[in-house]
Nanobody, 123 residues
Framework: QVQLVESGGGLVQAGGSLRLSCAVS????????MDWFRQAPGKEREFVAG????????HYADSVKGRFTISRDNAKNTVFLQMNSLKPEDTAVYYC????WGLGQGSSEYDYWGQGTQVTVSS
């Protein structure tokens, strides 16, 4: 059974930082693009950042470029999202998703999803 477990969320003041982790069990992530999405109350889920399966390219939503950094550690089967200069509009539940042989560009087809971790940014 494949599980994606996000952690690292919490409450932070505007301008602060958080580092999210997505730990995968049951399958190696080496062949998977790993993406982060978020969903704020009353809004649709949106792509935040992605890293391709080769670990050679990353993609970001315009709203987070220059503030968020995605990375992966295949040896630890974990993906990270470093979030700096957080804004109240970053408040959402953050999800990680895995796509086999993916490009990390926010594909509509994912093989696995995590349960999410709440990020709340106070003003």
């Amino acid at each position: 059974q494949v599980q994606l477990v996000e952690s690292g969320g919490g409450l932070v003041q505007a301008g602060g930082s958080l580092r999210l982790s997505c730990a995968v069990s049951g399958r190696t992530i080496i062949s998977y693009a790993m993406d982060w999405f978020r969903q704020a109350p009353g809004k649709e889920r949106e792509f935040v950042a992605g890293i391709n399966w080769r670990n050679t390219s990353t993609h970001y939503a315009d709203s987070v470029k220059g503030r968020f950094t995605i990375s992966r550690d295949n040896a630890k089967n974990t993906v990270f999202l470093q979030m700096n200069s957080l804004k109240p509009e970053d408040t959402a539940v953050y999800y990680c998703a895995a796509e086999l042989w993916g490009l990390g560009q926010g594909s509509s087809e994912y093989d696995y999803w995590g349960q999410g971790t709440q990020v709340t940014v106070s003003s």
